[in-house]
Structure formats: C-alpha cells, structure tokens
C-alpha cells in the first residue's frame, strides 16, 4: 500500500514538474515582457522631454536675441544723440514698456519724453495728444502689472479727496490695515475685507499711508507709507507717486521678501484713486532681488528650522 502511494505521489510529480517549468517560463516572459514595454516606454518619453527641451532652448534663445535687438535698437533712441521726433520716441517707449515693463525701471523714460513735449508750445495741438498718450500708456503697463501681483497678493482701492488733504496739513490718512505677514495669507481675505487688528502672529504687519501733499501741475502726490510688525519692523519712506510709478519696480521692500506698492490710478481736478497692492518678492522685477536675510529666513522655513533672525 505505500509503495502505491509512493508511486502516486511520484506520478503526480512527474505530471506537475512540467508544468511548473511550463508557468515558470512564461512569468519569466511575461516579466521579460513587461520589463521591455517599460524601458521602450521611458526611452520615449525621454527622447520626448529632450527633444522638448530642445526646442524650448532653441526658442528662448531666438527670443531673447530678438528681445535684445529690440532692446538695444529702442534705447538708442533716447541714449544717443538724435533727430528722432517726439512721434518716433513716443512710438519707442510704447514698446519698451509693453515688452520690457517687468524688469526695468522706466520712470525716468517717461518723465524725460514728458520733459520734452512740455517744452512744446501750448498752441500746438500735439502737446496735449502726446500727454495723453504718455498718461494712457503708463497706467496701461501699471494696470498689467497689478493684475499679475493681485493673484499672489491682495490689493486695496482708496479715494482721495484733494479737499480732504488741504484741511490736514500733518497729512490726511487714507489707508491703514492690517494684513498676514505673509501676502499669500492676505490673499485669501476677501477683497473688500481685512482685519482691523492683528489677532494672531500670522496677522501681524500693520500698513498706513498719508497724503502729505498735492501736485496737480504734474498729477503727483506725497506719500508718507509706514509698515510695523510684532517682529519689531518699522519702515518709513516719503516719496512722491504719479503715473510713472510701476508697481513691480517701484514698491517698499519690507520683511520676509515681502512688498508693498502704491499705483495712481486717476487723477484730475478735485480727486484721485489709489492702489495698495501687498505681495511677495518672488514677483517683484527682476531688478528686486531678495535680500540675504531674506534668503535665509525661506531657506530655514523650508527646512523646518527655527529662523535664523530670531
């Protein structure tokens, strides 16, 4: 009886023993296979991304040489000696600013081709035509750019009535609020709200802005801005706004590579609009740097750390 059973176990190894050679070779395969389908396919996808690369470098390079062409053909024109017409320079300065408006400072471009057509007779009818067109291109590249710092910070509009400030000669206060100390948490308040005090240190940088004094020969205010944290930060700066004044250029560095800029949206007899726009420095100019302390402080967040300022 057992040498039966011995040999029933013998037979039904004989019998399987093929067929676990037979499973064994085609997951062997199957692997093979598979492992095949996935090198070709990373292969693809690699020569895909190189190739995309490629062309993407090719295309930056071709544009940042037009770009450059252009730039130095533009600048020429105000830089050196020249008989160009106020028409050829307004035209120059129209594209320098729609092309080159977030990363160079182009107030003085524009002051000094306003220079110039105020030393047109006031009987001519182009001075008023060329002051206009200044005036409407400026706010169009400010515009532009508050649009792209709204969506990573939060922006704020204020009248101003010159009334107002002529009844306040220490200054008529036409902003002050409080925000996270980081504009990314700022910009989630709603639009027409901020909290009157900061409750938390996370709402902690406290904003104000007056309006000293009034220009209306040269559409230009004086503005006193402060900015204080819990932190102990204290900024100051007295500066004068016009239209002239580019958000992404133009603006008060302050703590943890944040900013803030102010913008003259209007301007005429009795009245004028401001914009307070409040932002990180990740999308200031390219000119604006962070500062190293600055640098530091990301780094230590980044890390997990404690910041090294403290």
């Known amino acids: ?59 930056e390079t071709s544009d940042t040489a037009l770009r450059q062409e ?37 107030s003085p471009v524009f002051k000094h081709v306003r220079r110039e057509v105020q030393l047109l007779n006031d009987k001519q009818p182009e001075k008023t ?14 515009g532009k750019q508050m649009e792209i710092l709204q969506e990573s910070g939060t922006s704020r509009e204020r009248g101003v009535d010159f009334d107002d400030v002529q009844a306040h000669p220490e200054g008529l206060r036409v902003f002050d609020q409080c925000f996270p100390l980081h504009s990314e948490d700022a910009a989630k308040l709603p639009v027409d709200k901020a909290p009157a005090q900061p409750t938390s240190p996370e709402n902690a940088r406290c ?29 100051e700066e007295l500066f004068w706004l016009d239209f002239y004044s580019f958000p992404m250029v133009d603006n008060t560095h302050l703590s943890h590579d944040e900013r803030i800029a102010v913008v003259l ?42 910041d090294p300022k403290q």
């Open 1 to 59: 009886m057992a040498d039966s059973e011995k040999t029933g176990w013998e037979k039904l190894h004989i019998l399987l023993e093929p067929i676990g050679g037979l499973f064994t070779a085609l997951a062997v395969a199957f692997v093979g296979i598979l492992g095949s389908s996935y090198l070709d396919r990373s292969q693809q996808h690699n020569a895909r991304v190189t190739l995309y690369t490629q062309l993407m470098s090719q295309r």
């Open 70 to 106: 252009m730039f130095k053909s533009i600048v020429g024109t105000f830089l050196t000696k020249s008989t160009a017409q106020l028409e050829q320079k307004l035209l120059s300065l129209e594209l320098l600013s729609y092309n080159f408006h977030e990363s160079l400072q182009l």
């Open 129 to 142: 035509l060329y002051l206009n067109r200044l005036e409407d291109v400026a706010k169009e590249v400010a």
């Open 207 to 235: 904003i104000s802005a007056d309006v000293m004094d009034i220009n209306t020969k040269e559409k230009k205010l004086n503005i006193h801005l402060t900015s204080t944290t819990r932190e102990g930060e204290s900024v």
């Open 265 to 306: 949206r209007e301007f005429n007899d009795a009245n004028a609009q401001l914009a307070f726009v409040y932002f990180p420095g990740s999308h200031a100019g390219l000119k604006d740097k962070p500062f190293y302390d600055d640098m530091l402080h990301q780094l230590a967040l980044e890390e997990g750390q404690k």
